[in-house]
């Protein structure tokens, strides 16, 4: 079926619907990651984290619209209605689940879908450094995982969830906008509360968490102080805490929480993190030479010197707190680097472009004799 795409007219919604199921359907026949519909550009897929086109003619803004509007939940339509952006999952029989932002840019329609595993993943499949998995042993304290879009942070908290899942009796809370992973009960009793669907927002969500009586909550992302609040509040009380943000090391995410406070709030707000945090953890997603890609991390087990850091604001000394607590699991970016390159799956000098010390690369890949 070709839509009509020389006058600027909106389709039918059983034409746009199932236009969209196609660019679905090859999204999932070539393994991609990210279907992406921009007005005055082609169809696009992403994969192994390359855009390829896979429509012959640019899109227009009412078509995209089109295409996506009946795709989304009704809360999601009317968040796109009044706010222009809106953020839900849809389902197709026999391709599985999609995470859809429909929003604007220049004015226009435009979308970012995501595919959905169908499986959460095994933490072993991920490659991601042994100390990782530390993390689901944790009894209580918040833990941060930061990176950037698309860096594969939702795919650790889900897999850490599967861990705990497999090895122990817990009552675990995910709270996500939407839903990306679908947990079975194995030893856990696990509930997952959607944003929109569920409960209406982050805060009231937690809220509503923490009298459900949670051994573990997983926040989808801190988005806002509220939220933060809360979820700090949760960590120091004894619960276990999983969130994501979008930050690059354990300076950055300190800072993100603190500068997302009044100037006021925001010593009182470092000494509430000092007390909750349990660990930071940032990662990335790296393109791996045989094909594919390939996670590297940094993890900080945060400690007495870690607290008293964060407390006075010399977060430039955190980074020197991982060495000191590499029993507790910590390891640096540049560990995990020469990791990668001694395995093979990273040039050296791929690695020292992503290196924050490459000096501390360099000194450990001579180390090894790369």
Do not use: C
């Not at 925001?266 to 945090?277: D, F, K, N, W």
């Amino acid at each position: 079926m070709t839509l009509n795409r020389g006058i600027e007219t909106e389709p039918t919604q059983s034409e746009a619907t199932f236009k969209l199921n196609q660019w679905l359907e090859q999204l999932v026949s070539e393994n991609g990651s990210d279907l992406l519909l921009i007005a005055d550009a082609h169809a696009s897929i992403r994969v192994d984290g390359e855009v390829r086109k896979i429509d012959s003619t640019p899109l227009t803004g009412p078509e995209i619209e089109a295409a996506v509007l009946p795709a989304l939940a009704q809360h999601a339509v009317e968040n796109y209605r009044q706010e222009q952006i809106a953020d839900s999952s849809y389902r197709v029989p026999g391709l599985g689940r999609f995470r859809i932002n429909l929003h604007h840019e220049r004015g226009r329609a435009a979308a970012a879908i995501r595919a959905l595993p169908s499986n959460v993943p095994l933490l072993a499949e991920l490659n991601l450094p042994a100390g990782v998995a530390g993390l689901a042993q944790l009894q209580r304290g918040l833990v941060i995982i930061g990176g950037a879009t698309g860096s594969g942070k939702t795919t650790t908290l889900a897999a850490l969830v599967n861990e705990m899942n497999q090895r122990e009796s817990r009552h675990i809370v995910t709270i996500e906008d939407p839903i990306e992973y679908e947990h079975a009960h194995v030893r856990s009793v696990i509930e997952q509360v959607e944003i929109g669907v569920d409960a209406p927002d982050f805060p009231t969500a937690l809220r509503a968490a923490l009298r459900q009586a949670p051994d573990v909550i997983v926040v989808g992302e801190m988005r806002d102080p509220e939220t933060t609040r809360i979820a700090l509040s949760a960590a120091e009380t004894g619960h276990l805490v999983f969130t994501t943000l979008h930050t690059t090391d354990a300076a950055s995410t300190v800072s993100r929480i603190a500068d997302s406070f009044p100037q006021e709030r925001q010593h009182s707000i470092r000494s509430e993190m000092a007390m909750a945090l349990a660990a930071m953890m940032t990662q990335s997603l790296l393109p791996r030479r045989s094909g594919g890609r390939v996670p590297a991390a940094e993890l900080l087990m945060v400690g007495y010197g870690a607290r008293q850091h964060i407390r006075k604001n010399a977060l430039q000394h955190l980074h020197q707190e991982i060495a000191i607590t590499r029993k507790a699991g910590s390891f640096t970016l540049e560990e995990s680097l020469a990791q990668l390159v001694v395995r093979g799956d990273l040039t050296r000098e791929d690695a020292m472009v992503r290196s924050i010390h490459p000096e501390d690369l360099d000194a450990q890949l001579k180390a090894k004799g790369v």
